[in-house]
């Protein structure tokens, strides 16, 4: 059974499941095109982030981080990432419904994030579930390795 839940970020679970996303995203990015919010920067305040556990496996995790954007508030979606061995069981789309649903919880209507072009899946997910491509956002530059997306969420 499929159990997503609020993660700290400091447990054995997550500290080895962030460093495999850590891995594979070094795999596929130079330092500069990575943008990974560290365990210190996922137990504030205004972050969500949450994991789901397959029996005793942590299979999957996930954040947004709520940012006060010049026009309005808005999440941005972190460390979405699924085992390899748990792909393509839905979980990294559950996760995002979750944080979609905390974002609406809060009031906050608008969503962005920044993935890679080198995540064809991730691509596909973020296309599937509604999110526009963008220009950057934020701190962040022009970077030919990055994808900026956003989605307007729709009232609860």
């Not at 010049?70 to 792909?87: A, C, L, N, T």
Request: net charge negative; aromatic share 8%; with cysteine.
């Amino acid at each position: 059974m499929m159990q997503i839940q609020p993660l700290d970020p400091h447990s054995p679970a997550a500290m080895s499941l962030l460093a495999q996303s850590d891995a594979y995203m070094a795999a596929l990015y130079p330092g500069e095109s990575n943008h990974l919010l560290g365990p210190q920067a996922l137990a504030e305040p205004q972050v969500r982030f949450v994991g789901i556990w397959l029996a005793e496996w942590l299979a999957a995790c996930g954040a947004v981080q709520v940012v006060d954007g010049h026009d309005e508030p808005y999440g941005e979606i972190k460390r979405i990432f699924v085992q390899p061995q748990f792909r393509g069981r839905g979980l990294s789309k559950a996760v995002m419904e979750d944080l979609e649903s905390h974002l609406k919880a809060q009031g906050i209507a608008l969503v962005r994030l920044e993935t890679g072009v080198h995540q064809p899946e991730a691509l596909k997910l973020y296309e599937t579930l509604g999110y526009d491509r963008r220009a950057p956002f934020g701190a962040y530059t022009e970077d030919p390795l990055s994808v900026f997306m956003e989605k307007r969420l729709s009232a609860a």
